[in-house]
């Protein structure tokens, strides 16, 4: 089982990105799919998520409005579309899939993990 977070890069304040989670070995149309983030210095936060059983979805409120979270299951992939980016954004942006149901927004409730990809957000 492998998740394989990509799309991050440099952007400056109030631009976008899309991040990609793809997997391989499990299809994620069966899991709940979460991103999270890690700033310097500071603990994993859980940014958004979304059920495979009724499409919900979570957003923590420093991103709510901002960001977006969707699926496409053909291509095995979990996309986190970033708008109005802003530096205090910028962390290494982590994917990671729960089995059950619902909403996880624990970072412990999930059972797998990507590897990261840097978002470096200017002012």
């Known amino acids: 089982v492998q998740l394989q977070a990509s799309g991050g890069g440099l952007v400056q304040a109030g631009g976008s990105l899309r991040l990609s989670c793809v997997a391989s070995?499990?299809?994620?149309?069966?899991?709940?799919i979460g991103w999270f983030r890690q700033a310097p210095g500071k603990e994993r936060e859980g940014v958004s998520c979304t059920s495979h059983v009724d499409g919900m979805t979570y957003y923590a409120d420093s991103v709510k409005g901002r960001f977006t979270i969707s699926r496409n299951n053909a291509r095995n992939t979990v996309y986190l579309q970033m708008n109005s980016l802003k530096p205090m954004d910028t962390a290494v942006y982590y994917c990671a899939a729960a089995l059950g149901v619902g909403l996880r927004v624990g970072e412990y409730e999930y059972d797998y993990w990507g590897q990261g990809t840097l978002v470096t957000v200017s002012s």
């Open positions: 070995g499990l299809s994620l149309d069966s899991y709940t």
